[in-house]
């Protein structure tokens, strides 16, 4: 019997919506069909995918799809568990075009046999930003107050916050709600900016979903677990919970989570004070690692989430425990990350500050990071002043006499004011349309000195990101989507050519992934298991691959990846060069010889290693062999 996708098309500027059904075969997931359907309206497309509800951990994230207005292209954001709920509609996914004429609340409701409920609700979003909790957390708050009440089951709510209205990089806030309660436990999808899209596009600024629908998923753990038990001669439940060690607690490091792990384990390859420490000496970035790091950041982690226990999930049962939790803290990597060590802060309370203000605005964690740790770069070298930013102070932007927790918490008031000012339009700010926009314009009015330490990928005519925070090549590939892991960023050399074959791998097992809806922290089974399972199931599985190499060769029709602009994304990679061979101790002679190209002449260097990336991409991610 044939299985369909339900997709809920819905014209946010007159309320209109239908349902239509796509044949499974044609598409495979959320991520296919978003592009279909974005391909064909622009649409901002939410979804789950085939297994959601099913006893596959992980199976349960949603995912928010489109052409993004910040990186100029179509571009794939999701967040943890809100696929559970989602599929409690009955439907696989919600495609919404048009724009509503005043900002509005979409509610999806659906009680039992009946169809699906859509309304919109018109709010005015000022006063309620500016209440209770301030931001995306009183827009969930007020929209819970206005419909939970005509749930049957805790529902999920899905806000933006004010910098989905002032820039490009505003993203979708959610929360899991358990017994009628929000929870602290945040999830978002940041990358790609599709909070703006939601608001400045479709006049959407939160969505409300649930129901009560019992589908068909799978939940025959018996047979799931012989799949797995021919495969590795393990269970299920013992192959997953092998396979999320480091999300949940590794004993080989003492800590646990993205946070923990990574900062155990970086070392020399510490990025911090807007990736300055590339410049220093091994000693210097080993010191601040022990002295910043280790003995008081991630120490303090450690002694108040880990050792605390203080781990949650993102609403889905799933034993990777990922949310490390400080009360009302959420401690990943990355955002803790650009707006810790980046901005030149080192102290968990600081942190804690930092990353609040800018998730309750509603911004891109990683995003907001690399500006403002590019605009404190600019305050500190005076290439701007205070005044033109519309804050009354500068950065401590050196390790040297660095007090930890004093100048920590300088850089994050700081911070907090430039979030303010980038809010506001205060000052020269206007981050309208992207930060990249705004760095070409300041720089061909001030030198270029000022988009030179300005770290980002850049896409078509305005498109940018801040790149994911590792120190390699593979973070700045000119890929079709930049800022998710569509590309290796493991610290080994690869010549650049084979970078661009393996990134263009690395990307079609991170579809595989997307497009049947799982968390990619639990990848090292789901890639292999993924096809098997749809096979098993549906029969399809050859289909289903060859569907997952045409939809990355069909993203990558779209790659209007920009040369690099900035001279501090040229000295990025020399300097991971150089780190290779005189730290790790890597002699392969083509690192060699890139080393030497840059010596001679770096800007030609970096146009034939980025060109390099380029061709080995292009000649993999082909439709057509």
């Known amino acids: 019997m044939d299985h369909f996708f339900k997709v809920l098309l819905i014209d946010a500027a007159t309320g209109f919506y239908k349902v239509r059904r796509y044949r499974l075969g044609d598409f495979f997931g959320p991520i296919d069909l978003g592009l279909h359907l974005a391909g064909r309206h622009n649409s901002l497309n939410i979804g789950a995918g085939l297994l959601a509800g099913s006893i596959f951990p992980g199976s349960n994230r949603l995912f928010v799809n489109g052409f993004s207005m910040s990186w100029g292209a179509f571009y794939v954001s999701s967040m943890g568990g809100a696929g559970l709920v989602f599929d409690n509609l009955g439907i696989d996914m919600v495609s919404i075009i048009g724009k509503a004429p005043t900002s509005s609340i979409l509610h999806l409701n659906r009680v039992h046999g009946e169809e699906v409920q859509v309304e919109l609700q018109p709010i005015e979003l000022g006063p309620i930003?500016?209440?209770?909790?301030?931001?995306?957390?009183?827009?969930?708050?007020?929209?819970?107050?206005?419909?939970?009440?005509?749930?049957?089951?805790?529902?999920?709510?899905?806000?933006?916050?004010?910098?989905?209205?002032?820039?490009?990089?505003?993203?979708?806030?959610?929360?899991p709600i358990t017994k009628g309660r929000i929870t602290h436990v945040d999830t978002w999808a940041g990358r790609g900016g599709f909070g703006s899209k939601m608001l400045r596009e479709h006049g959407i600024a939160s969505v409300i979903y649930g129901g009560t629908v019992i589908d068909e998923d799978f939940r025959d753990r018996k047979v799931a677990d012989q799949w797995f038990v021919d495969k590795y001669q393990k269970k299920l439940a013992a192959k997953d919970l092998e396979a999320t060690t480091k999300y949940r607690f590794d004993p080989k490091f003492n800590t646990g989570g993205t946070f923990g792990v990574n900062y155990a384990t970086m070392g020399g390859r510490i990025m911090a004070?807007?990736?300055?420490?590339?410049?220093?000496?091994?000693?210097?970035?080993?010191?601040?690692?022990?002295?910043?790091?280790?003995?008081?950041?991630?120490?303090?982690?450690?002694?108040?989430?880990?050792?605390?226990?203080?781990?949650?999930?993102?609403?889905?049962?799933?034993?990777?425990?990922?949310?490390?939790?400080?009360?009302?803290?959420?401690?990943?990597?990355?955002?803790?990350?650009?707006?810790?060590?980046?901005?030149?802060?080192?102290?968990?309370?600081a942190a804690e500050r930092l990353n609040r203000k800018a998730d309750s605005s509603g911004f891109d964690a990683i995003s907001i990071g690399g500006v403002l740790s590019w605009l404190m770069e600019c305050l500190d070298e005076q290439l701007l002043t205070p005044e033109e930013l519309g804050v009354d102070t500068t950065p401590v932007f050196s390790p040297d006499g660095f007090r930890v927790v004093e100048d920590s918490n300088h850089n994050a008031d700081l911070g907090v004011q430039l979030i303010d000012s980038i809010i506001e339009r205060r000052g020269i700010i206007d981050l309208s349309e992207g930060a990249r926009k705004f760095a070409r314009r300041t720089a061909r009015k001030k030198g270029k000195v000022i988009l030179d330490s300005f770290l980002y990928n850049a896409n078509a005519r305005k498109g940018w990101s801040v790149p994911n925070q590792y120190w390699t090549?593979?973070?700045?590939?000119?890929?079709?989507?930049?800022?998710?892991?569509?590309m290796v960023y493991g610290s080994d050399f690869?010549?650049?050519?084979?970078?661009?074959?393996?990134?263009s791998?690395?990307?079609?097992?991170?579809?595989?992934?997307?497009?049947?809806?799982?968390?990619r922290f639990h990848r090292t089974w789901a890639e292999e298991m993924i096809p098997e399972i749809i096979g098993s199931?549906?029969?399809?599985?050859?289909?289903?691959?060859a569907n997952v190499a045409i939809t990355a060769s069909r993203i990558n029709s779209r790659n209007s990846s920009v040369f690099w602009e900035s001279e501090r994304n040229i000295d990025y990679v020399l300097t991971f060069l150089k780190r290779k061979r005189d730290i790790d101790g890597c002699d392969d002679p083509e690192l060699l010889q890139w080393i030497a190209r840059f010596e001679a002449d770096k800007h030609e260097a970096a146009l034939e290693f980025w060109y390099e990336m380029h061709k080995g991409t292009h000649e993999s991610l082909r439709e057509f062999e």
């Open 473 to 486: 090549p593979g973070v700045l590939s000119p890929m079709p989507i930049s800022g998710k892991y569509y």
């Open 505 to 519: 791998a690395r990307m079609i097992q991170e579809l595989i992934i997307d497009n049947a809806g799982f968390c």
């Open 494 to 503: 690869l010549p650049p050519r084979e970078l661009g074959r393996q990134n």
């Open 129 to 175: 930003w500016n209440g209770g909790r301030g931001g995306v957390y009183s827009l969930i708050d007020t929209t819970y107050e206005l419909f939970g009440q005509r749930y049957e089951n805790d529902p999920r709510i899905l806000a933006v916050g004010p910098a989905a209205r002032a820039t490009d990089l505003g993203a979708i806030g959610s929360v």
């Open 273 to 349: 004070f807007n990736y300055k420490t590339i410049f220093m000496s091994e000693e210097q970035r080993l010191r601040i690692h022990k002295e910043f790091i280790v003995d008081h950041y991630l120490k303090q982690f450690n002694e108040e989430t880990i050792e605390q226990k203080q781990q949650k999930h993102c609403g889905e049962p799933c034993v990777a425990l990922c949310k490390k939790m400080n009360d009302e803290f959420k401690k990943d990597y990355e955002p803790y990350q650009t707006m810790g060590p980046l901005c030149g802060v080192f102290d968990q309370r």
């Open 537 to 545: 199931l549906f029969g399809l599985k050859q289909e289903f691959l």
